[in-house]
C-alpha cells in the first residue's frame, strides 16, 4: 500500500506479492474492497498492539513516544509514499465501512499513547502535574501534523523529524533539573 495508491492497487498485485493467485484472494475475500476492509480492520488493534510491544523493547516511557514516532516515521519512507498512505486515509474518512475501523484504531492508539504519559508521569520523567489526557492528544495530533508538514518541506528523513515534533511537545512538561 506505500508502494501503490487505492487507484493502482489490484487483487493481481496483492497475489503476486504474496505467492497467491488473483482468483485465490477473489475467493478468499470477494473484492478488493473486502480485502482492504479485513486489512483495515486488522490495522483497528494494530497500533495499540505496536505500542505495547516497543514497551518490551524500551524501559522508558518516553523512549517508547519516541519510538512510535520514528516506526509512524515509516509511512513517509518518501513523500509519494505518504501521498499513497494518505489517498488510503481518503478512503478510510469518506466510507463509513472504513472509517469505523479507523475510529477504533485511533482510539485505541489514544488511550495507549495516554497510558504511556501516564507511566511517564509516574517514573518521573514527566512533570507530576502533567495532564495525561491533553498531553496524549497533544502528541497525537503532532505526529499527524508532523507528517504532512515534513512531506511539505522534505527536509532530511521523515523519522527524526517526527522526533524532534515528539519531544517539543513533551519539552514542557520535563521535569526540571536543578542548579547547583
Not at 500500500?1 to 493481481?12: H, I, K, Q, V, W
Not at 503476486?16 to 478488493?32: H, I, N, P, Y
Not at 495507549?112 to 508521569?121: D, F, M, P, Q, R
Not at 508532523?146 to 527524526?160: K, N
Request: aromatic residues 4%; charged residues 25%; positive net charge.
Amino acid at each position: 500500500m506505500t508502494r501503490l495508491g487505492p487507484g493502482e492497487l489490484t487483487l493481481a498485485e496483492i497475489a503476486a506479492e504474496a505467492g497467491l493467485t488473483a482468483g485465490a484472494l477473489v475467493q478468499r475475500f470477494g473484492s478488493k474492497r473486502d480485502l482492504l476492509l479485513q486489512v483495515s480492520a486488522g490495522a483497528a488493534d494494530g497500533n495499540a498492539s505496536f505500542l505495547r510491544g516497543l514497551r518490551r523493547k524500551h524501559r522508558s516511557p518516553l523512549a517508547v513516544l519516541r519510538a512510535y514516532a520514528e516506526c509512524l516515521a515509516d509511512l513517509a519512507a518518501s513523500p509519494a509514499a505518504l501521498a499513497r498512505n494518505l489517498a488510503y486515509l481518503q478512503i478510510d474518512l469518506t466510507d463509513p465501512d472504513f472509517r469505523k475501523h479507523l475510529l477504533a484504531q485511533s482510539r485505541a492508539t489514544r488511550v495507549a499513547l495516554k497510558e504511556l504519559v501516564e507511566e511517564g508521569i509516574a517514573a518521573g520523567e514527566l512533570a507530576a502535574d502533567a495532564d495525561a489526557e491533553s498531553l496524549s492528544r497533544a502528541i497525537e495530533t503532532a505526529l499527524s501534523g508532523s507528517l504532512i508538514t515534513w512531506a511539505i518541506y522534505r527536509e532530511g528523513d521523515a523519522a527524526p523529524w517526527l522526533r524532534a515534533d515528539v519531544d517539543a511537545v513533551l519539552a514542557p512538561y520535563l521535569p526540571r533539573r536543578r542548579k547547583r
